[in-house]
């Protein structure tokens, strides 16, 4: 379960320490956009060692690198690596070939600490429109790649017109990723909301990720993890409808019949998957039902 | 009947007050007050020498208290509040008798019933009349509430009151009534309105902040007390102003109508109040404008003494009737004895103000502290010193998860219940000290520089002078 990534300075300790306790499915220590170039060392050490020596819990670690055209990429790898994150965010990711490359370089270092490989996975981040009319290719060159993550600020500069709070501007970028990655069969990540002090903002905004088929959503603002969780999790009303399904199949599967009406409706095999996920969501939430 | 009088100097005089005697202030002039230097300056200047000061609080605007101390002007302190500035030389032992803290419910229970006699009461008065009517509501100097100066006023053996807005008689909209006043003294300025209160008491951004107060408005909302007829109070730090936020955003959801807020009142208890979230405030301090201007224009607001707000042995106190609290704390140990006077290396910057009271006369005590500043573990295995004991704390919430008190089992239950990170306060030690490592044992002097007296009037905890 991974509906909220919050982004975490990898050059400030305070958020670092405190980054399990945020709320966040996932944090992401960034080494890149919010690492000046003359920390960038200080920063991959600092990340390194929280990683090291904090217990994150139950809360995933992802680390952004440096992009594959910077001089950081591998020496970021090389610390990083290490300390086994989740996956490895790959910023400007553009086409399949970008990810062969870090693959290779990750599967070289795994080899070398003894590491099954893609123990460490990975996540690119489509920022560009070639990034993003390469979106399947991306998802579905190497089994590293666990998800994919739409980064729209880089993008709407590519696209040479204006971020906005609607986001029309990238509503073609957002569908294509979802399609991009269900195809390929792995999770998908929404850009993050970026006006922190935007309360209904923030809600307008994931419920259209939400609606698009996005897994999940970044958060560059701890304020909008709780919402983002929220909005992200199945409702009491969609756990009591996911049970009923099962019981339903259950029971037609009992009875020998091969399909089955709930409340006028017939029950087919993706209604089932949607319910199976759900209730799956639900324990992780602790909300599923005592006899599970 | 003339009361007004030229001069301080005049006043002082007139009140009789001579060598060895007890003179008191309030504080809701806060750290912009004029009038407590004022007094000793001219009572110093007067050759008056060995006075006790009980003040409701010392600020650290009153640092000149320090030189009437070396001076020997001022022999002794009782005071529910000690900022760092007077604090630290506290600490440092240059006062032979040592200080006298008590809470805002103790001191005027001490006052109303002899224990700590007051010979001359100077009140400083954002507004007043040439008889002595006054109150904190209107002036240049507004500070709202009064609530601390009205046992000195009703106690003490002579009340001076001090005012730089004179009205003409009668001041309808009194909180103090010319009947407890012997002389008024009009002065240019009682206080800087800049220290007085805040423009705006602003909820923190700091996300671990908010972690706190979403944490802390969820275990009130679990705790079964959030219900119609629900009271509440709060603190003015930035994540108990979140936690506010966060329980208003709660109660006008579930459309649940409070019955009253207390304690030092801010401006988000006034939103609180015009949501609908309670029926009344009871004010006995006002933080911010926000707040002056409702207790002003708004008869739901109350003005409140601090005998009516906290005082132990009292017919009634609202403090006795509240449900929820939201403290803060420097230290809390594995007992949940919770320490608001010493900072971590002992010195003096605090006291329990309402702490001690409001924890006792609730039925839910929270603590909502991060799990260390600046490197030092919240939790320790026993506070510097213990100002609210254990037993009054239920709960403690920090960002890292919620311990509670083991005397309540069946709020742990609730809160387990409810999805909340529950743990226990040996835990959350133990997780602290991983990150920040085990603080040096503090060590500490064997001179006594402050008692806490209980609310049983019993000394509570010593504290001793610090060793450098």
Not at chain 1, 129 to 145: C, H, K, M, P, T
Not at chain 2, 83 to 100: D, F, N, R, Y
């Amino acid at each position: 379960m991974r509906r909220s990534m919050l982004f975490l300075p990898g050059n400030n300790p305070n958020m670092l320490i405190n980054g399990s306790c945020l709320g966040a499915d996932a944090v992401i220590f960034d080494l890149e956009d919010a690492v000046a170039p003359d920390q960038k060392d200080a920063a991959r050490l600092l990340v390194r060692n929280t990683m090291r020596y904090m217990d994150f819990g139950g809360v995933e670690r992802i680390v952004r690198i440096n992009s594959a055209d910077t001089d950081y990429w591998q020496a970021d790898l090389d610390e990083i690596v290490p300390q086994k994150p989740e996956m490895i965010l790959l910023p400007k990711t553009n086409a399949a070939e970008d990810v062969l490359a870090v693959d290779a370089y990750m599967t070289a270092l795994e080899e070398k600490l003894g590491f099954g490989q893609n123990t460490v996975g990975l996540m690119p981040l489509i920022e560009t429109a070639l990034g993003v009319e390469n979106a399947y290719q991306i998802a579905s060159v190497s089994q590293r790649v666990q998800a994919i993550f739409l980064g729209a600020e880089d993008l709407t500069a590519d696209l040479q017109c204006k971020r906005t709070k609607g986001g029309a501007e990238i509503a073609y970028a957002r569908s294509r990723m979802v399609m991009a990655a269900r195809a390929a069969g792995v999770q998908v990540y929404d850009t993050p909301f970026t006006d922190v002090n935007d309360d209904e903002g923030i809600v307008v905004d994931t419920e259209y990720a939400k609606g698009l088929g996005f897994s999940g959503k970044a958060a560059i603002s701890p304020r909008h993890v709780e919402v983002i969780n929220r909005i992200f999790s199945p409702t009491e009303k969609e756990i009591d409808y996911a049970y009923e399904v099962l019981e339903a199949i259950e029971l037609a599967k009992r009875q020998g019949k091969g399909a089955i009406a709930l409340h006028g409706k017939m029950i087919d095999a993706p209604i089932v998957n949607r319910a199976k996920q759900t209730v799956a969501m639900a324990r992780q939430l602790g909300l599923g039902r005592e006899e599970d | 009947m003339q009361k007004l009088v030229k001069s301080l100097e005049e006043a002082i005089r007139l009140a009789g007050l001579t060598d060895g005697m007890t003179v008191s202030f309030h504080h809701h002039l806060r750290n912009g007050d004029f009038v407590l230097n004022m007094v000793l300056e001219q009572a110093a200047n007067m050759g008056i020498r060995e006075l006790n000061v009980n003040a409701s609080s010392v600020f650290d605007c009153h640092t000149p208290l320090i030189g009437h101390i070396k001076n020997r002007v001022v022999t002794g302190i009782q005071c529910n509040y000690m900022a760092a500035g007077v604090g630290s030389a506290i600490s440092q032992g240059i006062l032979e008798k040592p200080v006298e803290f008590r809470s805002h419910g103790t001191r005027p229970r001490d006052i109303a019933c002899g224990k700590t006699p007051i010979d001359v009461a100077f009140i400083a008065a954002p507004a007043a009349d040439p008889m002595g009517n006054c109150t904190g509501k209107y002036g240049k100097s507004a500070c709202g509430s009064l609530g601390y100066a009205m046992a000195d006023a009703m106690f003490a053996k002579k009340v001076v009151v001090i005012t730089d807005t004179l009205v003409d008689y009668p001041l309808q909209d009194f909180s103090i009534p010319e009947n407890y006043v012997d002389y008024v003294v009009q002065v240019d300025a009682i206080g800087d309105p800049k220290g007085i209160v805040s423009g705006t008491t602003q909820i923190t951004r700091d996300p671990v902040g908010l972690v706190m107060a979403s944490h802390a408005a969820k275990v009130i909302e679990a705790s079964g007390l959030l219900k119609d007829g629900f009271s509440f109070q709060t603190g003015a730090g930035g994540a108990s102003l979140a936690a506010a936020k966060f329980l208003k955003d709660i109660m006008l959801e579930k459309n649940i109508r409070g019955s009253f807020g207390l304690g030092g009142i801010t401006g988000y208890m006034v939103d609180m109040l015009q949501a609908g979230c309670f029926q009344s405030l009871m004010d006995v301090q006002c933080f911010d404008l926000k707040a002056v201007e409702s207790i002003r224009t708004d008869p739901r607001h109350r003005e409140i003494s601090a005998l009516h707000y906290a005082a132990p042995s009292a017919r009634g106190s609202v403090a006795d009737n509240l449900d929820v609290v939201i403290l803060g704390a420097t230290e809390i140990d594995t007992d949940f004895n919770v320490n608001v006077h010493t900072d971590s290396n002992g010195y003096i910057m605090g006291g329990s103000g309402g702490h001690t009271d409001v924890a006792a006369g609730s039925k839910l005590c929270m603590i909502i502290a991060p799990m260390f500043r600046a490197r030092l573990p919240i939790v320790t295995d026993r506070v510097n010193a213990i100002s609210t004991p254990g037993r009054d704390v239920n709960v403690l919430v920090t960002q890292g998860g919620i311990a509670v008190n083991p005397r309540n089992k069946e709020l742990k239950q609730r809160l387990l219940d409810a999805g909340l990170p529950v743990t226990d306060i040996q835990t959350l030690k133990e997780k602290t000290e991983k990150i920040t490592g085990v603080p040096q044992k503090l060590v500490r002097g064997d001179r006594p520089v402050a008692h806490i007296i209980g609310r049983d009037g019993e000394i509570q905890d010593t504290i001793y002078n610090v060793v450098k």
